[in-house]
């Protein structure tokens, strides 16, 4: 099992800045990638950045060039740096990580962190 604790959300003006930290425990040896995901009210749950094991990076077009991703030298730590927050940036956002069991994908989830940004 991995287990997944976000930590760094709150309320934020528009323009400012956030960081959300995720916490990695457990089994984390064969982690194949991290990322972070967000849900807005009434949406669906969308890919915000992600990061591989070899720190090969994917962010959304909707945060290119505002939101970085990165991991710790521990690589138990994950962050999501986040810089001109826009009011359409509000959401739970959900820590991810995954590896591969028995052949098969499985996503570990955590708790959430509520970001709210305020115009």
């Known amino acids: 099992q991995v287990q997944l604790v976000e930590s760094g959300g709150g309320l934020v003006q528009s323009g400012g800045s956030l960081r959300l930290s995720c916490a990695a425990s457990g089994s984390i040896f064969n982690i194949n990638a991290m990322g972070w995901y967000r849900q807005a009210p009434g949406k669906q749950r969308e890919l915000v950045a992600t990061?591989?094991?070899?720190?090969?990076?994917n962010i959304a077009d909707s945060v290119q060039g505002r939101f970085t991703i990165s991991r710790g030298n521990a690589k138990n730590t994950l962050y999501l740096q986040m810089n001109s927050l826009k009011p359409e940036d509000t959401a739970v956002y959900y820590c991810n990580a995954n590896r591969y069991r028995w052949g098969a994908l499985v996503d570990y989830w955590g708790q959430g962190t509520q970001v709210t940004v305020s115009s």
């Open positions: 990061i591989t094991s070899g720190d090969s990076t």
